[in-house]
């Protein structure tokens, strides 16, 4: 454990803190915070469709009534709301939407994609087949709609009134990774009131900025003076007869109790596996894991239509591609690699070829990095765009991927990590994916320490897995795509 800077507390103070007095208890929860987000958006790209009828009934030569146009704009409402939400998809996780820097970014970058597409159908779309000023009026309101609504959003809604006030319960390695991951990571939606711990030892260390106020007789003023709406237990060990009996009065008082492990899930997006008990995999995957028969048949019709529409894709741009390979680098198009599929049996995974010919000429597996010097010009195209991927809906067609999972990693790799990392083969209970829920929150790993942090994600998409989920991991996919952001 880390040592912790004492200070030289008084006594506590049921009154500490009185600027935080006049707030609410209550504040807004992680899955509250995105609900609110995305009815904001969809209202902010409904006034944009209809800001864009109305500017150019008000524009257009051809003699018109806004209800007329508003009449017969089913398509734009149906087509044009969505598509934005769907440009904007990366902007629902919380640590970005709180940013006004990275939430400007991503609208730019929103807006660079829609207008390069709105160029194309504008150019060779037939001039009568859409109302395509319609479509430019709309992605300018877009953009100006959703940005005041996002800047509103991170100046009141991340405001401290609206910040769930926290405690902790429990200081040793459990309560202070929480205390770490609130502050770095959610310190927009969370403030930590402080930890409390029946070590005396313990009392008056500073942990993440909080002090630890003291045993669990200080457990019901505290939440009181501090205005605490929600507990997080981090107690690794057996709970004591005093502590629990403390948290039951807490619980009638209305205060929310929450396991550390649920809400470090919940802000980060990953299953924390250092502090996860050794029977884990037995207790807690196997019944989320349990799938009817209607859901395996969902998500496998899913991947047929995923394949074959991007099977129809490659064949349109293989020409291209394998034009600019062979002016660009010596070598093969595809690229063919074993890899290992679920329950460890192995099958060959076909991607576009990003390397140069001779990027592993000793026969000795590397890892990939964002910035690796073996990838060729076009390669660097191809991955930024995920397109090197593509080759892999054939893999998905033979059943051997799934669109959504676990990145397939290659044996030699996993015969090493398993020896490194806890749980590491867990992964390979479901197939592999074309894209995951590590892939669009982390990208590449390049070390053993990257790969445990990948493998957090993919605990997290084994224990939360569902059509759902697979549907807002695509929907991201494709918004990486669309925004040239990929790694």
């Not at 007329?68 to 409402?77: C, F, G, I, P, V």
């Not at 159908?121 to 009568?128: E, L, M, V």
């Not at 809400?263 to 019944?287: F, N």
């Not at 799934?402 to 397939?408: D, K, Y």
């Amino acid at each position: 454990m880390k040592d912790h800077p004492t200070i030289s507390a008084p006594p506590y103070d049921p009154n500490y803190s009185p600027r935080v007095a006049w707030l609410p208890r209550w504040g807004l929860q992680l899955s509250e915070r995105r609900a609110l987000l995305f009815a904001g958006d969809v209202m902010a790209a409904g006034l944009a469709v209809a800001s864009a009828l109305a500017l150019w009934t008000a524009t257009s030569s051809t003699p018109t009534t806004f209800r007329l146009a508003l009449a017969q704009s089913r398509l734009y409402w149906l087509a044009l709301a969505p598509f934005w939400l769907l440009l904007n998809a990366r902007l629902y996780d919380l640590r970005a939407a709180a940013s006004p820097l990275a939430t400007l970014r991503s609208l730019l970058i929103s807006v660079s994609v829609a207008l390069g597409l709105y160029l194309a159908a504008y150019f060779y779309a037939p001039p009568s087949s859409l109302l395509r000023l319609v479509v430019f009026y709309f992605i300018l309101t877009a953009f100006g709609f959703d940005l005041a609504w996002r800047l509103m959003y991170i100046a009141v809604l991340t405001s401290r009134t609206f910040r769930r006030r926290v405690l902790i319960v429990g200081a040793g390695w459990a309560g202070e990774a929480m205390a770490q991951a609130l502050r770095e990571s959610a310190a927009e939606h969370y403030a930590l009131a402080g930890l409390i711990d029946d070590d005396p030892t313990k009392h008056g260390q500073v942990i993440a900025g909080a002090p630890v106020i003291g045993g669990h007789e200080r457990l019901l003023e505290a939440i009181r003076a501090r205005h605490v709406s929600e507990i997080v237990l981090a107690i690794t060990g057996e709970l004591r007869g005093e502590m629990f009996r403390a948290l039951l009065e807490c619980q009638e008082q209305g205060v929310d109790i929450v396991r550390m492990s649920v809400l470090y899930e919940e802000i980060l997006g990953r299953v924390p596996i250092e502090h996860l008990q050794a029977d884990w995999l037995i207790t807690s995957l196997p019944e989320s894991m349990q799938f009817n028969n209607l859901t395996r048949v969902v998500k496998r019709l899913i991947d047929l239509a995923g394949a074959l529409s991007g099977l129809m894709a490659l064949a349109l741009m293989l020409p291209g591609v394998a034009i600019a390979a062979r002016l660009t680098s010596p070598g093969p198009i595809f690229y063919r690699q074993t890899r290992t599929g679920r329950g460890g049996k192995p099958f060959t995974a076909i991607k576009f070829r990003t390397m140069a010919p001779d990027a592993e000429a000793d026969g000795l597996p590397r890892w990939a990095a964002p910035e690796d010097p073996r990838v060729t010009g076009l390669g660097r195209f191809l991955r930024r765009m995920r397109l090197d991927e593509l080759p892999q809906c054939l893999n998905v067609l033979r059943g051997e991927m799934s669109l959504v999972g676990p990145r397939p990693e290659r044996p030699e790799f996993i015969a090493q990590l398993e020896k490194q990392i806890p749980f590491y083969r867990a992964r390979l209970l479901v197939k592999p994916g074309i894209t995951g829920w590590a892939q669009i929150n982390y990208g590449y790993g390049a070390s053993v320490e990257d790969a445990a942090i990948k493998l957090q994600y993919d605990l997290y998409y084994l224990k939360h897995q569902s059509s759902w989920l697979d549907l807002i991991i695509l929907a991201r996919t494709l918004a990486v795509i669309l925004g040239f952001k990929g790694r």
